[in-house]
């Protein structure tokens, strides 16, 4: 059920007089329905007469299917069919209102065809679960509203308030047409449902179960805010945004501006714009650590006009902030990689912030680039979008230089605050230690510098993109090495626990004491993460309050808002995290960056192994400095003269980019051409090999020349999860070059049972 004071997204006609019952010429009579089965296509259905002209695109609707009845969603409406037999019909619309219109079927439709995915998947991908599945509804509450006219006369007041103090009290609550819940009403004044039952009896109020909704911003106290003075480049880049909007085909914008320089304020700015203008905007951070504090500008510029979507919502959070945009009472939608999709009409402005982040990239079907959807979104809505880094993608970057994107750039911090002074600490110098501890995990000067800190009240954050305690255990005598039995990989060691575990999928087991092989005490626990960095920063700094920020503290649901709210009030002197620290935070009182192992990324068996570095690198020591006191930044390296930490250390995107593209051109590598990856895997090696090999003759036999063809070979993670992983990279000009027959493919792959297939176009990971 709908909230009846909540306004259609897409208003409905009025339903048609009983009478109505023949289809007017030109009226459609067949609707075609795309069900939950994945078998990518979609079912034509009669319309019955109770339905001629109510019926729309998007609306779900109960259908017969086989011997079943299921839910479906309509994708279109038609006067004619091409099967010949007699059509089932339809049998009721099961939602009040449609799920989407012709534009957000438009992107599936793309979204589907470009990434090779099943329509349905495309679908799912742009309504919320919370949302698609049957019986999706707001919570009821029961609630207590004043009954218009009526009331107490004078005498019966001073005699309630005489006997019933709180029932008086609810009743004063409820003035002004105020509706509230039973449950708030006793939390605020005491009173008891049997009192507000008399209430309800003498007729003054009525008691009804009412829609409530869950609004993940009740947790937070937001204070309003006003906007600040721009800087001449934040206006400039206003002003860029105000054309971008009055434009008829309006473009891609990227926002190039170093950290701090106000990138945040400007997307504040022009999303005011397009509220000015009557239209609502969109704005997508990478993070779900970024959200609360984002969260908290957003709401106090613009209010209760915010909503928020992200993985950490509960389901009925996110059906209730969907409902909000959907209804038009919230008009900026905020949120990861699936707010993309916020159900905003009419669309002024769409943001894509760190625009760089890989975690745009959807890991599972649609295998979709929440940046490049935006792209497409922006076209079909003739929308403004914005995209803003300060460590662009070469992909962006090179769209910006090559004027297919307007390129804006931030030179400067904002408040005069300078950028950091950044120290490359050359690892390979430290040396053994005189104690025969061996090289230690914080160089001298670190230390020094942040025992400053800590004397002089400010703050620090130690960096370390691994967690866990130990990132390999081995047996000295025997060479054993604790490895997942499911997964190519080593298991971590947790000291919290005791234990190790597979950060790919799950598994774990006690810690040994002893070589479960050879008996050997001499278990040794080698490799750093960010456990262990905590455990040897309380030792060196014990009178310092000291906090960890990684995927193992931050399960809980708000965890990351209480860590980042408790760092901001000043009452963590030392955060240590991973990258969900790195980025987009904003605290003034930070002066001290320490990252632990810089060089780690570059390790990595992947083409964006550099890039990712840089930008890693370059957004972690953006922390440090953005308020009236210069900050510092250590980078502990053994690779101290690697380009992509040089151009880190100057914040030299350009420098870094001529180098880096050169590159890409002479191994023929994205920008340059479109990479896709098609990955096998099963639990069966020789099956997965086989298939493997079929495939790839399949896609020889149906690709033009154009496309070059590599494998199939194992992937560079070769198990996961007990499945033998085998993939085949495809490189080629044009996307258009290869996807015919990737949904061919897609379509017919003809794999034996327990053989699974993936396409990933436009990869990002190779692993």
């Not at 008891?192 to 008399?198: E, F, M, P, V």
């Not at 869950?214 to 400039?236: G, K, V, Y």
């Not at 300060?390 to 004027?403: C, I, V, W």
């Not at 700094?541 to 980042?564: G, N, V």
Request: with cysteine; aromatic share 6%; net charge positive.
């Amino acid at each position: 059920m709908k909230d009846p004071d909540t306004p259609s997204l897409f208003p409905e006609p009025a339903a048609p007089p009983p009478e109505a019952v023949a289809a007017p010429p030109g009226t459609p009579t067949v609707a075609r329905v795309i069900t939950g089965l994945s078998l990518d296509r979609e079912f034509d259905y009669r319309i019955p007469p109770d339905l001629l002209g109510r019926l729309r695109v998007g609306h779900a609707v109960r259908i017969p299917f086989g011997h079943r009845r299921m839910e479906g969603f309509v994708t279109a409406l038609a006067d004619h069919t091409d099967y010949p037999a007699a059509l089932k019909p339809i049998e009721a619309i099961t939602r009040p209102d449609p799920l989407f219109d012709d534009t957000m079927l438009r992107l599936a439709r793309w979204m589907g065809h470009y990434y090779a995915a099943p329509f349905e998947a495309a679908i799912a991908a742009i309504l919320p679960a919370a949302v698609r599945h049957a019986g999706a509804d707001f919570r009821r509450l029961l609630s207590a509203t004043r009954v218009p006219g009526a009331g107490p006369t004078p005498d019966e007041e001073t005699a309630l308030r005489r006997r019933s103090p709180k029932a008086a009290a609810a009743w004063d609550a409820l003035r002004d047409g105020a509706t509230l819940t039973a449950a708030d009403l006793a939390r605020g004044t005491g009173v008891s449902l049997d009192a507000l039952r008399r209430l309800a009896a003498r007729g003054w109020i009525t008691l009804a179960k009412a829609p409530a909704l869950r609004n993940p911003a009740d947790r937070l106290e937001i204070l309003p805010t006003t906007p600040p003075p721009l800087t001449d480049e934040q206006t400039a880049a206003l002003a860029a945004m105000a054309e971008e909007m009055a434009s008829p085909t309006p473009g891609v914008t990227l926002l190039h501006g170093v950290t701090g320089s106000g990138k945040t304020e400007v997307y504040l700015a022009a999303i005011q714009m397009a509220l000015d203008a009557g239209k609502g905007a969109i704005a997508l951070v990478p993070e779900i650590s970024l959200t609360p504090q984002t969260m908290e500008r957003f709401r106090g510029r613009f209010g209760d006009t915010v909503a928020v979507l992200h993985s950490q919502l509960s389901d009925g959070e996110r059906h209730d902030e969907w409902q909000r945009i959907a209804s038009g009472k919230a008009r900026v939608a905020l949120g990861a990689r699936s707010a993309l999709f916020a159900p905003i009409r009419p669309l002024g402005l769409l943001v894509v912030d760190e625009e760089h982040e890989p975690a745009y990239k959807q890991d599972e079907t649609p295998h979709y680039h929440a940046r490049d959807v935006a792209v497409m979104r922006g076209a079909l809505e003739h929308c403004p979008v914005l995209l803003g880094s300060a460590t662009p993608s070469l992909e962006s970057y090179r769209n910006a230089r090559a004027g297919k994107y307007r390129l804006v750039r931030l030179t400067k911090r904002i408040d005069r605050a300078v950028m950091p002074d950044i120290r490359v600490v050359d690892m390979r110098l430290e040396g053994e230690k005189k104690s025969g501890q061996g090289r230690p995990l914080l160089a001298a000067e670190l230390v020094e510098a942040v025992r400053a800190r800590l004397a002089r009240g400010e703050q620090s954050i130690l960096f370390l993109n691994r967690r866990g305690f130990s990132t390999a255990v081995t047996c000295p005598d025997c060479g054993r090495e604790e490895t997942c039995p499911d997964c190519s990989v080593h298991m971590t060691y947790h000291r919290s626990g005791d234990f190790l575990l597979c950060h790919v999928c799950g598994a774990r087991r006690p810690a040994p004491s002893k070589c479960p092989d050879c008996g050997s005490p001499g278990i040794k626990r080698t490799g750093t993460g960010t456990q262990r960095i905590e455990s040897v920063a309380q030792a060196l700094f014990p009178r310092a309050r000291i906090a960890r920020m990684d995927s193992d503290t931050t399960r809980a649901k708000d965890a990351h808002q209480r860590i980042l709210g408790t760092f901001r009030r000043g009452d963590i002197d030392i955060l240590i995290g991973t990258q969900m620290i790195a980025k987009g935070l904003d605290f003034p009182n930070v002066t001290l960056v320490g990252v632990i192992n810089a060089d780690a990324s570059l390790q990595i068996p992947d083409f964006r192994a550099a890039e990712r570095t840089f930008q890693l690198l370059t957004q972690v020591a953006g922390r440090a400095g953005r308020g009236d006191v210069p900050g510092e930044v250590f980078f502990q390296t053994f690779s101290p003269f690697n380009p992509a930490l040089q151009c880190a250390c100057h914040a030299d995107m350009d420098t870094f980019y001529d180098q880096e593209i050169l590159m890409r051109e002479l191994m023929k590598y994205p920008p340059f051409t479109r990479m896709t990856t098609v990955l096998l895997k099963g639990p069966d090696a020789s099956a997965v090999d086989a298939a493997a090999q079929t495939v790839a003759t399949r896609l020889r036999a149906m690709l033009p020349p154009a496309v070059d063809l590599k494998g199939p070979a194992p992937a560079p993670l070769a198990k996961a999860k007990g499945q033998t992983r085998v993939h085949l990279l495809l490189f080629a000009p044009a996307a258009r070059d290869y996807l015919p027959a990737l949904r061919a493919l897609q379509a017919r792959p003809h794999l034996p049972r327990d053989v699974t297939l993936t396409i990933d176009v436009d990869a990002h990971s190779l692993m």
